[in-house]
């Protein structure tokens, strides 16, 4: 056997578990110098920034109460580049058929917002310069 292990050996098993505690502390410290600390002030990075990006887009679904909501009216829909072709009431809402532009095809969801309806259905259908749009609307209820 060599000299050092035998050495090793004679040492009191207290002592020897004294050498591996000091041994163990002494890297655990060296480790803990040695790598640089992450500051919690530190701008995030990678995903995370992408996340808090997006959330800062989020739109709140409340409707404010400064906004009043109107009472729908199809004749609302009559502008220029959109034509109500018929409109079918039933109890809580009914059945819109428009002759509309493209351009104006964006400017009806926020109409639709502003008089409380939601589209339960649609079918649009191209015509010559125009399209055709079908939309099945209710009322949202507040229950």
């Known amino acids: 056997m060599s000299p050092l292990a035998e050495r090793w050996c004679d040492l009191s098993p207290s002592f020897r578990t004294g050498i591996w505690l000091g041994m163990l502390l002494f890297t655990g410290a060296l480790w803990h110098f040695s790598v640089p600390a992450v500051?919690?002030?530190?701008?995030?990075?990678?995903?995370?920034?992408?996340?808090?990006?997006?959330?800062?887009?989020?739109?709140d679904q409340k409707v404010p109460p400064s906004q009043t909501i109107k009472?729908?009216?199809?004749?609302?829909?009559?502008?220029?580049?959109?034509?109500v072709r018929s409109w079918h009431p039933v109890s809580a809402g009914g059945e819109l058929v428009l002759q509309l532009q493209w351009a104006t095809l964006l400017r009806l969801f926020p109409l639709l917002a502003e008089q409380n309806m939601r589209i339960t259905g649609f079918s649009i259908l191209p015509e010559q310069h125009d399209l055709q749009m079908k939309l099945q609307l209710e009322i949202i209820s507040d229950e």
């Not at 002030?41 to 887009?57: D, F, H, I, Y």
């Not at 009472?71 to 034509?83: H, K, L, N, R, V």
């Open 39 to 59: 500051e919690k002030t530190a701008p995030p990075t990678g995903l995370q920034a992408q996340w808090r990006k997006l959330l800062s887009l989020r739109v």
């Open 71 to 83: 009472p729908f009216s199809a004749m609302a829909f009559q502008t220029e580049g959109s034509a």
